[in-house]
Each structure stands twice: as C-alpha cells, then as structure tokens.
C-alpha cells in the first residue's frame, strides 16, 4: 500500500544467496545514472537499527525464535520503508532495492510459515515494487559461487537443506509484479536483460505520476 503521490519507480531483486543480485544492482544502478536517471540503491536488511540487529544474528539465528525473527524483518521493512523508499520514489528517484518482502516470504516459508500471508502482509504496508527480478539459480551453483567465488562459509541462512526450501518457495510463488531472470549466465547476458526490462518500464512511465 503506497501513501501520498509516487512518482519514481521501483525495482527489486531477489533470489537464492549466491545468484548475483549485489552484482547485478551495482551494474544497473551505474548503467542507470550513465544515462542521466536519478538512481537510489539500498538492500535489506537495511542500515537501519532493526537491519543492523538482523545482520548481527546472521550466524547466531538460533538466538530468535521464528516468530520473532519474522516479527524484525516486517519492523526493518517498515522502516526502511519510510526512512529510504518512499522518500526515494515520491523525488521521482529510480529505486532498487537488494532482497525484499519475496525473501521473507522464502527464508520464513522454509521454516514453516505461510509465504501466501507472508506476501499478503507484506503487500497491506511495503511500497510494491514496479517489478520484482527473481533471479533463479540452482542451489548447488548457488552454494559454489557463496564458497568458492565470495570465499566465505555459509551462515545460518545460506545452508543447503535450509535453501533448497527456500528455492521451492521460490518457485511456487506468483505475481504479476515477479519476473523471473536466469541467473546462471555470465553476468554481462543477465546484465543486459535486466537493463532492457528496467529501461523498457522507464519509457512506458514517462509521464505517467506513479
């Protein structure tokens, strides 16, 4: 639900850890202000106070229970919300967000809750996005580049029983906004589609108030 007059657009981009959304938010957001659009990057978890307690808990995710866990991710959201999308949108920015509410609904439907609610809450509050670029990648593809690309071990959120759930979550999940992107190209092909559906959208909005 979106208040006030929205005059930006927004983009997000989802999918398992390891399929190259940072990457390919980065090269967008440049090939974007290239052009001359007024461009805002940002993630969630956010750089707000309930983001950082999230990233703390990274690799201490026993410390919540499920519901409290849930309950943190839909507070960051609120206010990143507030503090950076909504302002970002109603200055006509161009806004791309790293993860989203499909994240919560995947990483929290793995453990049990219902993605549907979890989507439909999420849908009664958070700015929904122009488009959400699912990029899909295997998990086991997606567990080598999180081990061998990046170099690092996998957190509690990043284990592979726990992503093949999320991956089917993943796939089961449908919207008008979701727009499923392979991920598992070289990052210039999954680049310049990308850049083709944002500018396509950008073309089809011109004066058009959001």
Do not use: W
């Not at 990057?41 to 995710?61: K, N």
């Not at 992503?163 to 499923?180: E, G, H, N, S, T």
């Amino acid at each position: 639900m979106d208040n006030g007059r929205r005059t930006g657009l927004f983009f997000a981009l989802e999918g398992l850890d390891g399929c190259g959304k940072s990457t390919q938010l980065a090269l967008l957001a440049q090939a974007l202000a290239a052009r001359g659009v007024p461009v805002l990057a940002t993630r969630e978890p956010s750089d707000g106070p309930y983001g950082r307690r999230i990233r703390a808990m990274l690799s201490r995710r026993s410390e919540l229970s499920p519901q409290e866990e849930l309950e943190l991710f839909h507070a960051d959201r609120r206010d990143h919300a507030e503090r950076v999308i909504r302002p970002g949108l109603a200055a006509g920015k161009v806004v791309l967000c790293d993860r989203y509410f499909l994240s919560t609904a995947a990483y929290q439907g793995a453990r049990g809750f219902d993605p549907e609610a979890i989507l439909r809450a999420n849908e009664s509050f958070a700015p929904i996005p122009d488009a959400i670029f699912l990029l899909e990648l295997g998990v086991d593809e997606a567990l080598r580049r999180i081990t061998e690309s990046r170099g690092e071990a996998p957190n509690d959120f990043e284990r592979r029983e726990g992503l093949a759930k999320v991956a089917q979550v993943l796939a089961a999940l449908d919207r008008p906004y979701l727009v499923r992107v392979a991920a598992g190209r070289p990052k210039e092909a999954v680049h310049r589609d990308l850049l083709g559906l944002v500018l396509a959208r950008l073309e089809g909005s011109d004066g058009d108030a959001r």
